[in-house]
């Protein structure tokens, strides 16, 4: 399997609403990402982990909440989102964290509707 | 502090005519440059990388150069194809680790036939 897979691929909520995000790979990467991507520009980094551990959180509010259950596996937890959060959200995966520097692979992303 | 200028916003050619993207980062320990190919509804895809080792890489229509020096790196694809048609991004490794990529504001090429 060299993909990365997200579900679901369409989610509308509502603002007071808790949703989770999925992520998996099955490359044995061990290096995982998740993304914000607004229309008409580029992905944005959220979060990185690095061997399941969250190694970068780029001052992203509250209401989003990663989890890494294990190496194949990332989710973002939703709660209590905001219109403008509305996006794509993209996971990636490398094949490893720290100071070597990979290919990210991209998932195909969830396009999240807050109304 | 951490970006990526890429240039220009939109290019437009004739099928079979040559594009160049352009792209300038800020860190100078950066040491990995990818750039993604992205369609429209669909995910980020690597079409091609460099590492700060190497001038030049090339990959059948599709060439990268990197300026160490001046801290920049250029996408080339020749012969261009309308399937070529997309946003593409450049990226750039902040050091520190951990795999932090910054992406350039993207490019939108299209290819007319």
């Known amino acids: 399997d060299t993909e990365v897979t997200q579900t679901p691929k369409h989610l509308v909520m509502g603002m007071t609403n808790k949703k989770s995000l999925k992520c998996e790979q099955h490359m044995g990467h061990r290096a995982m990402y998740w993304y914000k991507q607004k229309a008409k520009k580029p992905p944005e980094l959220m979060f990185v982990?690095?061997?399941?551990?969250?190694?970068i959180n780029e001052s992203v509010p509250s209401r989003f909440s990663p989890e890494c259950p294990n190496s194949s596996l990332l989710n973002l937890h939703l709660h209590a989102l905001q219109p403008e959060d509305s996006a794509l959200y993209l996971c990636a995966s490398s094949p490893s964290g720290g100071n070597t520097y990979n290919e990210q692979f991209f998932g195909p992303g969830t396009r999240l509707t807050v109304l | 502090g951490e970006n990526v200028e890429q240039h220009p916003s939109t290019l437009s050619v004739q099928e079979g005519d040559s594009a160049v993207i352009k792209c300038t980062y800020s860190d100078s320990a950066s040491n990995y440059f990818p750039w993604y190919k992205q369609e429209l509804g669909k995910r980020p895809q690597l079409i091609i990388d460099i590492r700060s080792n190497v001038g030049e890489k090339k990959d059948q229509r599709i060439a990268v150069t990197l300026n160490k020096t001046a801290k920049h790196f250029s996408l080339h694809i020749t012969e261009t194809q309308p399937e070529d048609s997309a946003v593409y991004f450049c990226?750039?490794?902040?050091?520190?680790?951990?795999?932090?990529?910054?992406f350039g504001a993207g490019t939108r090429l299209a290819v007319h036939p």
């Open positions: 990226a750039a490794i902040f050091s520190g680790g951990y795999n932090k990529l910054i």
């Open positions: 982990y690095s061997y399941e551990k969250l190694s």
